[in-house]
């Protein structure tokens, strides 16, 4: 099913989200299958789960945006364990439409978390993908791309974002 996207505003997007504990259940199944469908109905590369108001600490990402099945990750309860290089790049977020900001992250990160079963997984990223993974595990602890901006540029888009929302065209 696909659900309706949180933007920014919603305290959820800026709490830090509780570990799975249970696995393999019709619960985390159709959590996870919504977040596919609703991550693909608006076009992105990946989706956390307090983006549709789940406070779980589980991402999905696909860098192919739905053209090679085996670009599919889910993880669940993710670290990231390990950071090297810098890539600058322009950065959005589906919680913020149609604002994008170039945001400086690692170039290559490796990614310890857990799949839908329980079982530990470690993952590899670099460029597009290692800059999703660092995205979408930000997600997980509150923290957007607009918090990797100076408090300058950041209040430009807040105060932005306030005007669309008095006009109503921010919910
Ligand atoms: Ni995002």
């Not at 996870?32 to 406070?55: H, N, R």
């Not at 860098?63 to 322009?90: A, H, Y």
Request: charged fraction near 30%; charge should be negative.
């Amino acid at each position: 099913m696909v659900r309706t996207i949180l933007k920014y505003g919603e305290p959820i997007l800026e709490e830090v989200a509780e570990p799975v504990t249970e696995f393999d259940t019709p619960e985390l199944r159709n959590l996870i299958a919504d977040m596919w469908e609703t991550m693909y109905a608006a076009k992105g590369v990946g989706l956390a789960a307090p983006q549709i108001g789940s406070k779980k600490r589980i991402s999905v990402i696909d860098v192919s945006v739905g053209e090679d099945e085996s670009k599919k990750i889910v993880i669940i309860n993710p670290e990231v364990t390990f950071r090297e290089g810098k890539q600058t790049g322009e950065e959005g977020c589906l919680s913020i439409p149609g604002f994008r900001e170039p945001v400086t992250r690692a170039m290559h990160v490796k990614v310890r978390a857990q799949n839908e079963k329980g079982e530990t997984i470690e993952l590899d990223g670099e460029e597009l993908l290692a800059r999703a993974f660092e995205h979408e595990i930000d997600h997980l602890n509150g923290v957007l791309f607009i918090n990797h901006l100076s408090a300058l540029k950041r209040d430009i888009i807040r105060r932005k974002i306030k005007k669309l929302q008095r006009a109503g065209e921010w919910d």
